[in-house]
C-alpha cells in the first residue's frame, strides 16, 4: 500500500514538474501596446497677407460752361454760336432754333444777336441783314443826344416820352430841335454805318441787328458810366412800355430797353422788334431781335426767353465736362 502512495507521489510530482517546465517553455503572451495617438501637426496660423495700399483715384473735377474755352461754330440752321462745345449739345440751344423755326414758317425774316459783355460769348443770325427799325431807333438817337450834349439839352420830358411810351410826336420835337446831320457822323463813329448812311435826314434810318447791338453796346458803357445825363437815360430804358424782354424778364433782372413796332401797309415796312441790355445773374449781355412781321410783340416772347436760358447756360455753373 504504502508503495502505491509511493507512486502516486512521484506521478504527481512528475506532472507538477512537466506542468511547470511548460510553463518556462510556452513564449510569454505578449500584450501588444496601445498604438501611441499620432503626433497632431502644430498648428499654423497664418498671418494675413499684407495687402498692398489701395490707390485712390482722384475725383474728377468739374469744369462748368462759364469756365470751359469757347469755340466759334455754325449750326445747320445757320445761327452762328460762340460758347464752349458742349453748349451745342443743349436743349436750350435746341429751343432758340425751334423758336426762330417758328416764326420763319410764316414767311417772317428773323434776325438775332445776343451777346454777353464779359466774355462775348453769344447768338447770332442774320445780323447783316437791313431792317426797318421802327421805334426802337428811338434809343439809337437818344444815346447821341446825351452823348453830345451831357444830358436831355433841357428836353428831358420829350426824351421821357419817347422812350417809356413810344411816343412819336415827342420823338418827332427832338428831332426838330437837335436834327439829323451830326447823328450820322456820331453813328459812323460808333459801328453804325448802314444806320448813318440814312442818318442825315431821316429819323427811322434802316439798320441792321449787328449795329443795333453796337449801339446798345455803347448805351450800356455810357449807362453804367459817371458821365452827365447816363443815370436819367438809363433810368428812362429801365422803364420802358411794351418791351417783350422787359415784360419777360423785368421780374428777374433789370433791363434797359426800347422796343419798335409797325403793321404791315401799303408802305412795305412791317416790323417787330426789340433789343436792350439785360442785368442777369450770369452776367450782362445785349438782346437785339429785329423781324419784318407786322406788329405783334407777342409773338417773339419765346424767342426772348429763350434766348435767355441760353446765355444762362453758356455763361453759367452747369458742368461742360470732367476732367
Not at 8 to 36: D, N
Not at 71 to 85: I, K, M, N, Q, R
Not at 224 to 251: K, V
Not at 311 to 321: P, R, S
Request: negative net charge; hydrophobic residues 40%.
Amino acid at each position: 500500500m504504502r508503495k502505491r502512495i509511493v507512486i502516486g507521489l512521484v506521478v504527481v510530482t512528475a506532472l507538477a514538474a512537466l506542468a511547470v517546465a511548460a510553463v518556462l517553455l510556452v513564449p510569454r503572451l505578449t500584450t501588444t501596446p496601445e498604438p501611441e495617438p499620432e503626433s497632431q501637426p502644430a498648428l499654423v496660423t497664418e498671418e494675413p497677407a499684407e495687402e498692398a495700399p489701395a490707390v485712390q483715384e482722384e475725383a474728377a473735377t468739374p469744369v462748368t460752361m462759364a469756365e470751359a474755352p469757347v469755340h466759334t461754330t455754325t449750326t445747320a440752321s445757320g445761327l452762328t454760336v460762340t460758347a464752349p462745345d458742349a453748349f451745342l449739345d443743349t436743349e436750350q440751344l435746341a429751343d432758340v432754333e425751334a423758336r426762330i423755326a417758328e416764326l420763319e414758317a410764316n414767311g417772317t425774316t428773323v434776325c438775332v444777336s445776343l451777346t454777353d459783355l464779359a466774355t462775348r460769348r453769344g447768338l447770332w443770325r442774320n445780323t447783316d441783314r437791313i431792317m426797318y427799325p421802327a421805334s426802337s431807333i428811338k434809343a439809337v438817337y437818344c444815346i447821341y443826344l446825351f452823348e453830345t450834349r451831357g444830358g436831355a439839352g433841357g428836353r428831358s420830358g420829350l426824351v421821357e416820352r419817347a422812350l417809356v411810351n413810344s411816343d412819336n410826336e415827342a420823338y418827332y420835337d427832338l428831332s426838330l430841335t437837335f436834327g439829323f446831320s451830326p447823328w450820322a457822323s456820331w453813328l459812323q463813329s460808333h459801328g453804325a454805318p448802314q444806320t448813318a448812311s440814312g442818318a442825315s435826314g431821316y429819323s427811322y434810318p434802316d439798320t441792321t441787328a449787328g449795329e443795333m447791338a453796337a449801339i446798345w453796346e455803347e448805351i450800356y458803357r455810357y449807362g453804367t458810366s459817371d458821365e452827365a445825363g447816363a443815370a436819367e437815360l438809363s433810368g428812362y430804358l429801365a422803364r420802358t412800355n411794351f418791351s417783350p424782354i422787359a415784360e419777360e424778364l423785368r421780374d428777374t433782372y433789370e433791363v434797359w430797353s426800347k422796343p419798335g413796332w409797325y403793321p404791315a401797309d401799303a408802305n412795305d415796312i412791317a416790323a417787330t422788334n426789340d433789343a436792350g441790355i439785360v442785368f442777369s445773374d450770369t452776367g450782362a449781355y445785349v438782346m437785339v431781335i429785329m423781324t419784318d412781321m407786322s406788329s405783334n410783340l407777342e409773338a417773339i416772347k419765346p424767342l426772348v426767353d429763350a434766348l435767355d436760358a441760353a446765355h444762362t447756360t453758356m455763361c453759367g455753373d452747369e458742368v461742360a465736362y470732367y476732367e
